[in-house]
């Protein structure tokens, strides 16, 4: 079964460095790899996603991500954190198939500040 | 355009009585999505519902939870007999085909008395 760790409960960042939340995964075969954001009492919100090509995916609001196969790993990163980037972070997979539940195994979440 | 949308956003019931939640998918989108998220942790997935296929029904936790989706519109949630520990934000997402990014609504968030 796929499975994703994100090892950090908290991210504190000062306005204007760099974000990174970090994310190392499990799946049988190639992943498909997604990351989401949550405000405050609202859905969770599309960000990016690896499907396949090139390992720097690049997606909404200035995030980006690398994926390392090698490492399991699918950290996001912003080069220049805002203080609206304060929020919950998810990363989620899935193993590649044409079939069946696309069912997306989360990780706990990162929350992230970020610190005027 | 419209994304998903559940009602209702909170919901506060007494211990035994039974509750629906109601999803309203991107219109078009075959696949449909419940999952639940307690307070502090990830998501947990419910349900799967695909086209006309059989749903996907293996993450519900007990026989008090169900759900039915109207070929590829609405979907309802249902908790019979309503414990504590069912307190939670129940999520639904939709996406177009199994193959695709999921678009989450905003949750209904239940609380169990």
């Known amino acids: 079964a796929q499975s994703v760790a994100q090892p950090e409960d908290q991210v504190n960042v000062a306005e204007g460095n760099p974000l990174t939340v970090k994310c190392t995964y499990s799946?049988?075969?190639?992943?498909?790899l997604f990351w989401y954001v949550q405000y405050p009492n609202r859905g969770l919100q599309f960000l990016l996603k690896y499907i396949t090509g090139d390992n720097l995916v690049k997606g909404s609001y200035g995030f980006e991500a690398e994926f390392n196969k090698s490492q399991t790993s699918f950290h996001l990163k912003k080069p220049s954190a805002l203080v609206s980037d304060s929020a919950l972070y998810f990363c989620a997979v899935r193993a590649y198939r044409d079939y069946g539940n696309n069912r997306l195994a989360f990780g706990k979440g990162n929350q992230v500040v970020v610190i005027p | 355009g419209a994304g998903v949308s559940q009602s209702p956003s909170n919901k506060v019931t007494e211990k035994g009585k039974d509750v629906e939640l109601r999803c309203d998918p991107i219109s078009g989108h075959t696949a449909l999505y419940w999952y639940r998220q307690r307070l502090g942790q990830g998501l947990e997935f419910l349900i799967y519902f695909q086209g006309n296929s059989a749903p996907d029904k293996s993450g519900l936790p007990s026989d008090r939870f169900s759900a039915e989706r109207t070929g590829e519109s609405v979907s309802t949630l249902t908790i019979q007999r309503t414990q504590q520990e069912d307190s939670a934000v129940y999520l639904c997402a939709s996406s177009l085909g199994n193959r695709n990014e999921q678009f989450f609504g905003p949750g209904t968030r239940l609380t169990v008395l």
């Open positions: 799946v049988s075969g190639n992943p498909y």
